[in-house]
C-alpha cells in the first residue's frame, strides 16, 4: 500500500510537471525588462593650498572613511642598478618610523585607533590606502602625515626588507607560472627593461638608505598627491584636515622622463627555458602591442573577448574544450596607457602535447585573420560588456578607484560610459581589421617554460630554437676574488691533493653514511629547534629527514630524482637543484675532480688560526671556499651561497670538534652565519661510516 502511494505522488508529480513543462516558453522566445538607468554618483572636488588633489564620494551609509591616494612614481622609474628600490621606500615608509615614533610605535597607534595604512608600490605610481572610523579621521590624516612627510627610513628595517626580497629572489623558480610570464616579457621588453624587471642579489647590495632618501624626495611631495576619499564627512572638513597636518609641507616632486621601450629583434623563433621537474609545458606566445587608443579601444575589447578573453572565445573552445589540451588559455591585445602592452597568447599543457598546442593556437590566428567573425560572436561579446559595466561601479569605492585612475591617466570625463557606447558600435568589419592589423605570427615569437625530452616532437620544427638559462645568479662575494692565473689553479690542485686529499681521502672508498644530530635554526625573526638524521647510499642516494614540532619532513634523491614532503604535499626536486646540492660534498669532488678547478687564494688567520683559503669552482658558476687548518689539516670554514630556506647570501659554516672515524675526519660542532647572524647551530651526536643501509629508504612512488 506504502509503495503504491509513493508511486502515485511520483506519477502525480511527474506528469504536473509535464504540463507545467509544456506551458514553458523556449528560453530564445523570453522577454527581459531593460536595465534601470545607471547614474555615477557625484564626485566632489578640492585642493590644498599646496597642491594635494581631493577627490570625495560622500556615503551616508556607515561612519567609516576609506582614503586612497596615486602618487606619481613606481617601480618603472629604478635606476638599472637598483631594482626593487620603489618597493623597498614604499614599505620602508610604512615599516621604517615617522619622526620621534619607531615602526613599532606607529603600529601601536593605529592599532589603538582602528586604523589602516598600507603604502605599495606599482608600475607607474604608488597607492596608499587607509581605512579608519570617521570620527578617527584627524587621528588617522595626522600619522599619515608624520609618515610621509617625516619618514624614519630605520637601517635595521631596510636590511629586513632587503632579506625578505633576497628570500624571494632565491624562491623565484618554484612555480612554473611566474617563471614563463617573467621571461618572456624579458624577451619583448629586453634583457635590461624597466618593463621587464628582474631582482638580482646585486641590486640589493647597491641600495643603501641613502638611495631610499633620494628615491623618496623625488615623488613623495603635495603636488604630486591624488587623495579619493569615501566616507560620511563633506569635503570642505576633509579639506581642512587636510591643511592642518600637511598645510606645512613644502617639498616639490621632481619626476624623472617616464622610460621609453625598445622594440626587440629575435634572430630566433623559439625560446626555451629547461625544467625537468615540470610534467607540463608553460607556453606564450606574441610580440610588442600597442599603447592604449581611445578610438580603437572597443574594438579590440571585443576582438579580445571573441577570441581569447571569455569561456566561450575560439582558443577556449579550440585548445580546451574540444582538443582538450589545458585547463587555462588566454592574453590578447593587451593596451597600456603609458608603454605599449604586448599583444601575446598564454596556455599550459601536458608536455606530450607542448607542440600541438601552439600549432593549435597559430591556426586559429590565422583563421580570425581571413574571415569576419559571425554575427552571434559579435552580439555575446558585446551583452557581455554591457551587462558587466555595472559591476565595475558597484560600490562607491570601485567608482572612486576608476575615476581616480582616469585622473591620472589624464583620460577624458565619462571615459567608460563613451567606451561602452563605443562597443554597441563594433562590427564584424571592425573585429577583422583589429586581426589583420595586430596578429602577425611571422612576427611572434614562442616562450617554452618545459621539459624537452618528453615533448611531442621537435622544436625546430616551429623555428630556430634559442636556449634561455633561467638560473638564479648567486649573491656575489663582498672579497673580490683573483683572476685565476696557472700558479694559482697549479698550487690550489696541489694544495687540495696533498692536504684535503691526505686527511679526507676516505671519501674516495667509502660506500655509506649515517648521521645524527640536533639543529636549531633562526630565520626571519623565529629560531626552531629540530633533529636531523642523514643517510647516504654513495654515489647518488641521500635520504635526509628533519624533525620539528612534532613532524617529520624527508626529502629523497635517488639519482636524478628527488622528492620533499611536507604535510602530506610533495615538492619536486630539479636536476639542477640536486646538482647543486651535491657540488660542494668530498665524496662528490674526489670522484668527478675533472669537473673543478681549485685556485689557492691566499693563507689567511682568523682567532689566532691560520688557514689556506681554496676557491672551487665549475663553468656552471658554482662555488665554495675551503678554509684549511694549517695545523690539523682540517676544513675549519666553509663558505658558500646559502642554500637553506628563508636564508639568502653568503654563508660561513666555522666548524669545531673534529673527530676521526674509520680515516675521516668530521665536525662534531658547527655553526652557520649570513653576515653577522648566526642561522644554523649544529650538534651532531653520531657518525656511522659504511653502515648497512636500507635500500627502501630511497624509494620515490612515480606518479601516474
Not at 3 to 18: A, P, S, Y
Not at 300 to 310: D, G, K, L, T
Not at 323 to 347: A, C, R, S
Not at 601 to 618: A, H, N, R, T
Request: glycine share 8%; with cysteine; proline share 4%.
Amino acid at each position: 500500500m506504502k509503495k503504491l502511494l509513493i508511486l502515485t505522488i511520483l506519477t502525480l508529480f511527474v506528469l504536473g510537471n509535464v504540463g507545467y513543462a509544456a506551458k514553458v516558453k523556449p528560453i530564445d522566445q523570453l522577454k527581459y525588462p531593460g536595465l534601470h538607468e545607471f547614474k555615477l554618483p557625484d564626485i566632489e572636488k578640492a585642493q590644498t593650498e599646496n597642491g594635494i588633489k581631493l577627490r570625495l564620494i560622500k556615503t551616508e551609509k556607515l561612519p567609516v572613511i576609506g582614503l586612497t591616494i596615486f602618487i606619481k612614481g613606481g617601480d618603472v622609474y629604478d635606476p638599472s642598478a637598483k631594482l626593487g628600490l620603489a618597493g623597498i621606500t614604499a614599505q620602508l615608509l610604512r615599516i621604517g618610523g615617522a619622526g620621534a615614533l619607531k615602526g613599532d610605535e606607529v603600529d601601536l597607534f593605529l592599532d589603538s585607533n582602528g586604523i589602516s595604512i598600507n603604502i605599495n608600490s606599482q608600475n607607474d605610481f604608488y597607492t596608499i590606502s587607509l581605512d579608519c572610523l570617521d570620527e578617527k579621521l584627524d587621528q588617522a590624516v595626522s600619522i599619515l602625515a608624520k609618515i610621509l612627510m617625516e619618514p624614519a627610513f630605520d637601517d635595521e628595517k631596510l636590511e629586513e626588507l632587503k632579506t625578505q626580497a633576497a628570500s624571494g629572489i632565491s624562491r623565484r623558480n618554484d612555480e612554473p607560472q611566474p617563471i614563463s610570464h617573467r621571461e618572456f616579457n624579458k624577451l619583448i621588453y629586453g634583457e635590461n627593461s624597466p618593463f621587464a624587471p628582474v631582482l638580482e642579489y646585486e641590486h640589493l647590495d647597491n641600495i643603501a638608505k641613502a638611495d631610499v632618501i633620494e628615491n623618496y624626495k623625488k615623488f613623495f611631495a603635495p603636488d604630486n598627491m591624488l587623495v579619493g576619499i569615501t566616507g560620511p564627512m563633506g569635503i570642505d572638513k576633509i579639506k581642512s584636515i587636510f591643511e592642518k597636518y600637511f598645510g606645512n609641507w613644502n617639498q616639490k616632486a621632481e619626476i624623472p622622463p617616464y622610460p621609453q621601450v625598445q622594440e626587440q629583434a629575435f634572430d630566433f623563433k623559439v625560446g626555451f627555458a629547461e625544467k625537468s621537474t615540470l610534467t607540463q609545458s608553460y607556453l606564450a606566445l606574441g610580440r610588442l602591442g600597442v599603447k592604449e587608443n581611445f578610438d580603437e579601444k572597443a574594438k579590440i575589447m571585443v576582438f579580445n573577448s571573441i577570441f581569447s578573453q571569455s569561456w566561450d572565445a575560439r582558443l577556449f573552445n579550440r585548445v580546451r574544450t574540444k582538443m582538450g589540451l589545458t585547463y587555462d588559455i588566454g592574453g590578447g591585445i593587451v593596451t597600456e596607457n603609458l608603454f605599449p602592452g604586448k599583444t601575446y597568447f598564454y596556455t599550459y599543457t601536458k608536455s606530450q602535447s607542448t607542440i600541438a598546442a601552439i600549432k593549435a593556437i597559430f591556426d586559429e590566428i590565422n583563421i580570425i585573420r581571413e574571415a569576419k567573425v559571425t554575427e552571434k560572436e559579435l552580439v555575446s561579446a558585446k551583452d557581455s560588456f554591457a551587462n558587466s559595466f555595472i559591476f565595475k561601479y558597484s560600490s562607491p569605492e570601485r567608482i572612486l578607484y576608476q575615476e581616480l585612475n582616469r585622473e591620472f591617466y589624464n583620460l577624458m570625463e565619462g571615459y567608460s560610459e563613451k567606451l561602452l557606447e563605443n562597443i554597441k558600435k563594433v562590427t564584424a568589419e571592425d573585429v577583422l581589421e583589429v586581426a589583420q592589423k595586430y596578429l602577425h605570427p611571422d612576427q611572434m615569437v614562442i616562450f617554452i617554460l618545459g621539459k624537452e625530452q618528453d615533448l611531442d616532437g621537435k622544436l625546430e620544427d616551429l623555428g630556430k630554437v634559442k636556449k634561455i638559462d633561467i638560473s638564479i645568479k648567486p649573491p656575489a662575494l663582498k672579497e673580490k676574488i683573483p683572476e685565476a692565473s696557472p700558479e694559482a689553479l697549479a698550487k690550489g690542485s696541489q694544495v687540495f691533493t696533498e692536504v684535503v686529499g691526505k686527511k679526507y681521502g676516505g671519501y674516495k672508498t667509502i660506500k655509506s653514511l649515517e648521521t645524527t644530530g640536533d639543529m636549531k635554526m633562526s630565520m626571519m625573526g623565529q629560531t626552531m629547534d629540530m633533529g636531523l638524521k642523514t643517510v647516504s647510499l654513495y654515489p647518488d642516494k641521500m635520504f635526509v629527514e628533519v624533525s620539528v614540532m612534532g613532524m617529520k619532513i624527508p626529502t629523497i634523491v635517488n639519482g636524478k630524482k628527488g622528492v620533499t614532503r611536507v604535510m602530506g604535499q610533495e615538492k619536486i626536486l630539479s636536476e639542477e637543484d640536486i646538482a647543486r646540492q651535491k657540488f660542494s660534498e668530498l665524496y662528490h669532488i674526489f670522484h668527478v675532480k675533472e669537473k673543478y678547478k681549485f685556485q689557492y687564494l691566499w693563507e689567511k688567520e682568523i682567532d689566532g688560526k691560520k688557514y689556506d683559503v681554496l676557491y672551487i669552482f665549475d663553468d656552471r658558476k658554482n662555488w665554495v671556499k675551503f678554509f684549511i687548518d694549517r695545523e690539523s689539516g682540517f676544513i675549519g670554514i666553509e663558505e658558500k651561497v646559502a642554500d637553506a630556506p628563508g636564508m639568502t647570501g653568503v654563508s660561513r659554516t666555522v666548524n669545531s670538534d673534529f673527530k676521526v672515524i674509520e680515516g675521516i675526519p668530521f665536525a662534531f660542532k658547527s655553526e652557520t652565519f649570513i653576515g653577522d647572524k648566526k642561522v644554523i647551530d649544529m650538534t651532531v651526536k653520531e657518525v656511522k661510516v659504511n653502515p648497512p643501509v636500507d635500500a627502501t629508504l630511497f624509494t620515490i612512488e612515480e606518479k601516474k
